[in-house]
C-alpha cells in the first residue's frame, strides 16, 4: 500500500478525506530551469501582458517535460478509475465470498469482549485488504512511479514506507472503527448522525496531531537553520500573526522528487514546514512564494473552513450510506451474513458505500479544495509579492501535474490551480502591482 493509503481507507468508511504532506533541507538551491523570467514577463515600456508573460513561461518548459508530465497526469485519470474498482472489488469479494462474516465469527470466539471483538475484525479486515490489493499498490506506487522519475524509493524502502502505513492503520484504525461501533451500538436508530459527529471529531484529532505524531513517523523533521530561508519565513509568518519562532524541514527526498511545504496543525501544535527537494532545487525567492500561499491556508482559516466542507459532505454521505445500508444488506442476508448495521461484518458495505460516494463527488470535492487553493495563491502572492517565484515554481510543479490542462479537465480531476492558471495570475498580479520596467526581486530566481 502507499504509506497512507491505509488511512484512506478508514477516511472512506467513516466519511473522511485524509492529506498529509511532507518536509526538510540543508541548502538552498538554484532553478534549472529559468535564471531569468522571460522577456515578455518582464514587460516593455511600463506595460506587461499578463497573457503574453503566461505564454512565454509556459513556452520555457522543454517538449520532452511537457510530454511527460501530461502523460503522468492523464494516466493518472484512469488510475483513478481502476483504483475505484478494485478497492469496489475486493470489498464486494469479502462480502460475497462470506470471508468478512467468518472474520467476524473468529473475533467472537477469540473473545466476548466487544471492543476486542471490533479491533480483531479490523487487524483481520486491513490484513486482507492490504495483501489482496498489494500488486496494483506496488504498481501504482512503486513501479510507475520510477517509471516517470518521481520516486527515490529502492524496493526494500518501499516496503519498509507500506509497512509503517500498515501499522498506524492498524493502531489509527482500531480507534476509529472500535469508537462509531461502540456508540452505534447505544443509539442504534441514529447511527448516522453519531457517526457523523465521530468521523468530523476524529478528522480535526488528526489535524492536530499529525505535525507532531504522523509526520515522524514516514520522515525525520528538525528545525531549519539557513538563516537565508529562516529570516524571510519568520518575517512574513510575523507580519500574518502566525505564532511560531522556528521554521522545521523535513527528508522527503527519501521518498520522492517532488516539491512540498506547509503550515500544518492547530491548538499549539502549528508549524511551518518545507522540504529537502524544495529547500534544494528553489531559490529564496521561490520559497518565499511558496511559503505565502500556505500561509494563507493558515490566514484564511482554511484548515476549519475544510474541516466544516468536509464535515457537511461527511453527514450526507452518513446519510446516503444509512439509506441504502439496510437496504443492500437484508437483499443479500443469506450470502453475506451480515446480521445488522452494528455487526462489525458489515464494515466493507460501508467501505464500499462511502467509497462509491466519494468516487461519485470527486468533482465537488476537487472544486471545493481548488478554490481554497485559489485563495491562498493570492494570498501569497499579496504578501510574498514574489509573482515570478511563483511562475518558477509553477512551472516546477508541473513534473507531476500537466500544466495547460482543459478547461474541464481542470474543473474535473484538479484540486489545485492549474500551472498555467496559476502563472496567469501572477502575471495578471505582477502587472497590477509591480512597475513592468522594473522586473520583481524573484527575477533572479530559478526555474520551477
Known amino acids: 500500500m502507499n504509506p497512507l493509503r491505509a488511512l484512506t481507507i478508514l477516511a472512506f468508511i467513516c466519511g473522511l478525506i485524509m492529506r498529509a504532506p511532507s518536509v526538510d533541507a540543508q541548502s538552498v538551491g538554484s532553478s534549472p530551469v529559468l535564471a531569468t523570467p522571460p522577456a515578455a514577463a518582464q514587460g516593455t515600456n511600463g506595460h506587461l501582458d499578463p497573457d503574453a508573460a503566461t505564454r512565454a513561461y509556459i513556452a520555457t518548459l522543454p517538449p520532452q517535460a511537457k510530454a511527460k508530465s501530461d502523460a503522468y497526469t492523464e494516466g493518472g485519470y484512469w488510475l483513478i478509475l481502476w483504483d475505484f474498482a478494485i478497492t469496489t472489488g475486493v470489498l464486494i469479494l469479502l462480502l460475497a465470498t462470506g470471508v468478512s462474516a467468518r472474520m467476524r465469527d473468529a473475533a467472537e470466539r477469540l473473545t466476548g469482549i466487544r471492543v476486542l471483538q471490533t479491533s480483531l475484525y479490523w487487524v483481520f479486515f486491513l490484513s486482507m485488504v492490504t495483501l489482496v490489493t498489494l500488486p496494483w499498490d506496488f504498481y501504482s506506487g512503486f ?45 442504534p436508530r441514529h447511527w448516522w448522525l453519531v457517526g457523523s459527529a465521530v ?104 484548515i476549519y473552513t475544510g474541516l466544516m466542507e468536509i464535515g457537511i459532505l461527511t453527514v450526507i454521505g452518513f446519510a446516503i450510506v444509512g439509506s441504502l445500508f439496510e437496504r443492500l444488506r437484508t437483499r443479500r442476508e443469506a450470502t453475506w451474513k451480515v446480521r445488522s448495521v452494528i455487526d462489525i461484518a458489515g464494515v466493507p458495505i460501508f467501505a464500499l458505500l462511502f467509497t462509491a460516494y466519494f468516487f461519485v463527488i470527486t468533482p465537488l470535492t476537487n472544486t471545493l479544495v481548488r ?78
Open 199 to 302: 468521523a468530523i471529531a476524529i478528522e480535526f484529532v488528526i489535524v492536530v496531531i499529525a505535525p507532531v505524531v504522523l509526520v515522524p513517523i514516514f520522515n525525520s523533521p528538525k528545525k531549519l537553520a539557513d538563516a537565508r530561508v529562516v529570516d524571510p519565513i519568520l518575517r512574513l509568518a510575523r507580519e500574518n500573526g502566525i505564532a511560531v519562532t522556528d521554521v522545521w524541514e523535513i527528508d522527503a527526498s527519501k521518498q520522492s522528487k517532488r516539491i512540498n511545504a506547509n503550515v500544518s496543525g492547530a491548538l499549539g501544535t502549528e508549524r511551518i514546514t518545507l522540504n529537502d527537494n524544495l529547500l534544494h532545487r528553489a531559490s529564496v525567492e521561490e520559497i518565499e512564494a511558496v511559503m505565502g500561499h500556505e500561509m494563507g491556508h493558515y490566514v484564511l482559516n482554511h
Open 371 to 448: 478554490a481554497q487553493e485559489y485563495e491562498a495563491d493570492l494570498f501569497g502572492l499579496n504578501t510574498a509579492r514574489q509573482p515570478d517565484g511563483f511562475a518558477q515554481i509553477s512551472l516546477k510543479l508541473s513534473e507531476s501535474r500537466k500544466l495547460d490542462p482543459g478547461l474541464w479537465e481542470e474543473r474535473i480531476f484538479y484540486d489545485h490551480p492549474s500551472g498555467r492558471t496559476r502563472i496567469y495570475t501572477a502575471m495578471r498580479w505582477k502587472a497590477e502591482n509591480l512597475p513592468a520596467t522594473t522586473p520583481s526581486a524573484s527575477s533572479a530566481s530559478g526555474s520551477p
Open 143 to 187: 513501479v510507475r512511479e520510477h517509471a516517470y522519475s518521481l520516486s527515490n524509493l529502492t524496493f526494500a524502502g518501499w516496503l519498509i514506507e507500506e509497512a509503517k502505513g500498515f501499522a498506524v492503520a492498524v493502531v489509527a484504525g482500531v480507534l476509529i472503527i472500535a469508537v462509531p461501533y461502540g456508540l452505534v451500538r447505544r443509539v
